[in-house]
């Protein structure tokens, strides 16, 4: 398999990392097209390594577009002209549709996925929406690619990749603003830096897992730790009359609307 990566910033190079990591692709089969220099030696030990958008990206099996929104319109044309048919596509750009892929690249089998950070340590979900002249074949190819960075879901409606993106697409940063504010609220209650930053990452890392393996639903693990009368009840009862279950949503909605704004959806 042969594959070139357009774009090697963050989640395009955890891609890179990734196929090499497993083996999927040989660093000789691996093309990473960069616009700078600044990290030209870091990619060189993954595969090789171009500035140039030429006719070497026709010979890939996976072309995977991984640049700025905003440059997509620059690259576009340059890259419909290389393309052969029975390549795919596949672009993980915010609010790039199908459609748009489709018109702007003059080709058919393309695929929209929407990755989140932890991918870059293999811990990441992506959802992806697939057209529809992909082949089983092609999709199967996709799917173990991208679960190669964590769990990849197929699916049926490409209009669900704007709920995707406000749920697990920014979801990372929800989190990290609950653990910041817990550390912080640590802090102003005394405890030095260190412990409370501690105390926070552990209670979360450890509340993921009984989460995934205790065989009961949040609603269920929540009345476990809450007693009538107790500390955690307190803090219910604050976030109870704060409406912390409305401000979530309503953020999570904000997200899912601004990402259908951005596709044109």
Request: with cysteine.
């Amino acid at each position: 398999m042969k594959i070139t990566i357009l774009g090697c910033g963050n989640m395009g190079t955890a891609y890179a990392r990734s196929f090499r990591k497993y083996g999927l692709v040989k660093a000789d089969d691996l093309q990473l097209v960069i616009r700078g220099v600044a990290r030209r030696a870091e990619l060189e030990r993954l595969g090789s390594v171009t500035d140039a958008i030429d006719d070497n990206i026709g010979q890939s099996d996976l072309v995977i577009v991984a640049v700025k929104p905003q440059d997509f319109a620059t690259i576009a044309p340059v890259l419909a002209a290389i393309l052969k048919p029975d390549q795919v596509v596949l672009s993980i750009m915010a609010g790039i549709t199908l459609k748009r892929l489709r018109e702007n690249l003059h080709h058919e089998t393309v695929v929209r996925a929407m990755p989140n950070a932890p991918a870059q340590i293999g811990m990441g979900i992506t959802a992806y929406a697939t057209d529809a002249e992909l082949s089983m074949r092609q999709t199967l190819m996709v799917e173990q690619l991208l679960n190669c960075t964590g769990r990849a879901m197929h699916l049926a409606d490409e209009a669900l990749l704007d709920p995707v993106t406000a749920l697990s697409g920014s979801g990372p940063a929800y989190f990290f603003e609950i653990v910041r504010t817990m550390i912080s609220s640590g802090i102003k209650l005394g405890l030095e830096p260190h412990v409370a930053s501690a105390l926070v990452k552990q209670t979360m890392l450890g509340s993921y897992h009984l989460m995934e393996h205790a065989d009961r639903t949040p609603e269920e693990l929540i009345k476990a730790v809450m007693s009538k009368g107790g500390t955690t009840e307190a803090a219910f009862k604050v976030f109870a009359h704060g409406s912390f279950a409305g401000l979530v949503d309503g953020a999570i909605t904000a997200a899912s609307k601004r990402a259908s704004e951005l596709s044109g959806s």
